[in-house]
């Protein structure tokens, strides 16, 4: 297996020369959870990426849903990226605070809303200052708003149901990206009232292995088609990736992506819909 999507991802140096052109748009998703007790956006004040534009995942979902960052419905994604300067035309260029951890969500949103001209800066805010790259603070600059057609395409998503159906079908590969612990029920969910296992038949490949720990970069398209194959994952069967409540699930949708395969989506509300205990959908223990 050899093709590969490299546009996914954007290099620092990359975003540094083109950081003044007019058509490049930055975004910064960065998300952290709730007892993490870190405020995302007063982080983007203190420090971000010139031009950047915070992007909440928290405000740009379907605040309708008793789960937290749902996809929002085509014409509320339209609105609020529209008062962001974002728009047909924009190269969109997404980073976290962390590295690769919440900017894939944000770029596969797009991606689902039909925007496709969008990548994820490889190694995000850390390799950027590691790097003596420039900063600025303050709210970020949106500029004037810009129109955006939303296309979504519910291919690229899934809900419990849907979910469910498979355990029957077995067509579509299940990959859950959480850590092995958490997948094996071994420790305690951080979100109250979600039992502890994994979607029966589900594999494991946690998030952290598809990253390089020293630089915080997406490994090489190479390396993820083998541990992608060393999970068990047939490139030729469609994927569904889910993960504690749809964040770093995102990142292994990035990592297919750049690795080639073509038919992924992500169980919106992952673990955090699934493990609820009142729903009572059935859960395996034990590691991969």
Same mark, same amino acid.
């Given at each position: 297996?050899? =093709? #590969?999507?490299p546009?996914?991802?954007a290099?620092t140096?990359?975003?540094?020369q083109?950081l003044r052109a007019?058509?490049? =748009?930055i975004?910064d998703a960065?998300?952290y959870l709730?007892?993490?007790?870190?405020?995302?956006r007063?982080?983007f004040?203190?420090? @971000?990426?010139p031009?950047?534009?915070?992007?909440?995942? $928290?405000?740009?979902?379907? #605040? #309708?849903?008793?789960?937290? @960052?749902?996809?929002?419905p085509?014409e509320k994604?339209?609105?609020?990226?529209r008062?962001l300067?974002?728009? $047909?035309?924009?190269?969109i260029?997404v980073y976290?605070?962390?590295?690769?951890?919440s900017?894939?969500? %944000?770029w596969?949103?797009?991606?689902?809303?039909?925007?496709?001209? !969008?990548? !994820?800066? $490889?190694g995000g805010?850390?390799?950027?200052?590691a790097?003596? *790259?420039? %900063?600025?603070?303050? *709210?970020?600059?949106a500029?004037?708003?810009? @129109?955006?057609t939303?296309?979504?395409?519910?291919t690229?998503?899934r809900?419990?149901?849907?979910?469910n159906?498979e355990?029957?079908?077995q *067509? +579509?590969?299940?990959?859950?990206?959480r850590?092995?612990e =958490?997948?094996?029920?071994?420790v305690a969910e951080?979100r +109250?009232?979600l039992? #502890?296992g @994994?979607?029966p038949?589900?594999?494991?490949?946690p998030f952290? +292995?598809?990253?390089?720990p020293?630089?915080n970069?997406?490994k090489?398209?190479e390396e993820?088609? =083998?541990?992608?194959?060393?999970a068990?994952i047939?490139?030729k069967?469609p !994927?569904v990736t889910?993960c504690?409540?749809?964040v770093t699930a995102?990142?292994l949708n990035l990592?297919?992506h750049?690795?080639?395969?073509?038919?992924?989506?992500?169980?919106d509300g992952?673990?955090?819909?699934?493990?609820r205990?009142?729903l009572?959908m059935?859960?395996e223990n034990?590691?991969?």
């Amino acid at each position: 297996m050899t =093709r #590969t999507n490299p546009d996914a991802l954007a290099s620092t140096d990359w975003l540094y020369q083109h950081l003044r052109a007019p058509d490049v =748009r930055i975004v910064d998703a960065s998300y952290y959870l709730p007892h993490e007790g870190v405020d995302a956006r007063a982080a983007f004040e203190q420090q @971000h990426i010139p031009g950047a534009v915070f992007f909440d995942i $928290d405000e740009i979902a379907d #605040t #309708t849903s008793d789960l937290p @960052h749902m996809m929002p419905p085509p014409e509320k994604f339209s609105a609020k990226v529209r008062k962001l300067g974002l728009g $047909d035309g924009s190269r969109i260029v997404v980073y976290d605070q962390r590295g690769i951890f919440s900017a894939p969500r %944000v770029w596969w949103m797009f991606r689902a809303m039909g925007h496709r001209d !969008v990548a !994820v800066l $490889d190694g995000g805010l850390p390799k950027w200052l590691a790097e003596d *790259k420039p %900063v600025e603070d303050g *709210k970020g600059r949106a500029g004037e708003e810009r @129109h955006f057609t939303a296309r979504f395409d519910n291919t690229m998503l899934r809900d419990r149901d849907q979910v469910n159906r498979e355990l029957t079908r077995q *067509k +579509e590969q299940i990959v859950d990206v959480r850590a092995p612990e =958490r997948y094996a029920g071994e420790v305690a969910e951080p979100r +109250e009232g979600l039992r #502890t296992g @994994h979607i029966p038949g589900s594999a494991n490949l946690p998030f952290t +292995e598809l990253l390089d720990p020293q630089t915080n970069t997406m490994k090489s398209p190479e390396e993820l088609q =083998r541990l992608l194959g060393e999970a068990g994952i047939d490139p030729k069967r469609p !994927v569904v990736t889910s993960c504690g409540s749809g964040v770093t699930a995102a990142v292994l949708n990035l990592a297919l992506h750049v690795a080639g395969y073509r038919d992924i989506a992500l169980y919106d509300g992952s673990w955090t819909d699934w493990g609820r205990e009142e729903l009572n959908m059935p859960v395996e223990n034990g590691r991969a």
